[in-house]
């Protein structure tokens, strides 16, 4: 009797361990969604923002909950998302100019929001080159 008790604990242990693991890993798993190209007038877009700093701290109000504090697409609301939100250090990610990076935060696409009313275009810039950083 004592052997299936600790049967039964070792397994609710590893039930326990398995979902917890699964809970962190989905948000990443989900499918990417449609392609979101955006027009060749925002690829050249240049960024005329030096960083200054101020992009981290937008990041943490605005774009973390969903994005991650890292970038990596696993912030507390991603779970609830249909879609991946990105992995910003992914080679992927790497690819996108600033242009496109700044035009996506602009225009945004459900279920992320648009940021050219919630956001200054200084912002929105320095969020990209704050996101820049994951990719380092």
């Known amino acids: 009797m004592k052997t299936m008790k600790k049967l039964a604990l070792i397994m609710g242990a590893g039930m326990l361990i398995v979902s917890l693991t699964a809970g962190t890993l989905s948000a990443q798993e989900k499918p990417k969604g449609k392609p979101w190209p955006a027009p060749e007038s ?4 240049k960024n005329p923002s030096k960083d200054d700093g101020t992009g981290k701290d937008v990041w943490g109000q605005q774009c973390k909950s969903c994005h991650g504090a890292k970038g990596q697409g696993d912030g507390a609301k991603a779970e609830k998302l ?20 700044y035009w996506k935060i602009t225009e945004g696409r459900k279920p ?8 200054s275009d200084s912002e929105r810039w320095q969020v990209v080159n704050y996101m820049r950083t994951f990719a380092k």
């Open 42 to 45: 925002a690829v050249k877009m």
């Open 82 to 101: 249909e879609i991946s939100c990105g992995d910003f250090t992914s080679a992927e990610f790497k690819k996108l100019t600033d242009g496109e990076l």
């Open 112 to 119: 992320m929001p648009a940021f050219n009313e919630k956001l």
